[in-house]
């Protein structure tokens, strides 16, 4: 009687978990860049009452099964899908980024390099894209000045408003169409 009401106890406390866990989802549901979690059961103990035997060929009796009481469950993993896309929504703002696949964006509080799939960016007073959430830069490959190739050795902070960015030489116009009544 004891060991039933024990693999109902087990059974209650692991199902709270998995509710712990779905709630946790409903509640991050417009939460940018949140990945999902899912709980798989894994078996807690079985207790064996009888061993099993295999089949006698002398007397022709095949062989049993073992005879075990499952003594409840417990959560085997809490997984969380990272690296999935979400759905894609129109912020309104330029700088929401959506990245898709298995990328992350690299991020920077200054000292240190993070990974995250949080898009929510804005430009800051220094003219550097950053995190809304953190503040921390978004990262990025240089341009060598010289060669105009792209430079994978290292990352510098994304700076998009600059003097550089902002303006462009002049070119003469070649070609032009006027139309109208005369």
């Not at 990974?115 to 003219?127: N, P, Q």
Request: glycine letters at 12%; hydrophobic letters at 35%.
């Amino acid at each position: 009687m004891m060991r039933s009401l024990y693999s109902g106890v087990a059974g209650l406390k692991t199902h709270q978990t998995r509710m712990d866990v779905i709630g946790n989802n409903i509640a991050n549901v417009n939460t940018t860049a949140y990945k999902s979690s899912s709980m798989t059961f894994s078996e807690l103990m079985s207790q064996t009452t009888q061993k099993a035997s295999g089949a006698n060929a002398t007397t022709g009796v095949g062989g049993t099964n073992a005879k075990q009481i499952g003594l409840g469950v417990k959560a085997g993993a809490i997984n969380t899908a990272i690296t999935t896309q979400g759905s894609a929504q129109s912020t309104g703002n330029p700088f929401d980024i959506m990245i898709t696949g298995d990328n992350f964006f690299v991020v920077s509080n200054g000292s240190e390099n993070f990974f995250t799939r949080d898009g929510s960016f804005y430009v800051d007073g220094a003219g550097n894209l950053a995190m809304t959430s953190t503040g921390y830069n978004v990262m990025g490959w240089g341009v060598d000045k010289t060669t105009g190739n792209i430079k994978q050795d290292t990352v510098t902070a994304l700076r998009i408003m600059s003097t550089a960015n902002m303006t462009y030489p002049p070119e003469a116009t070649t070609q032009a169409n006027i139309s109208g009544i005369l």
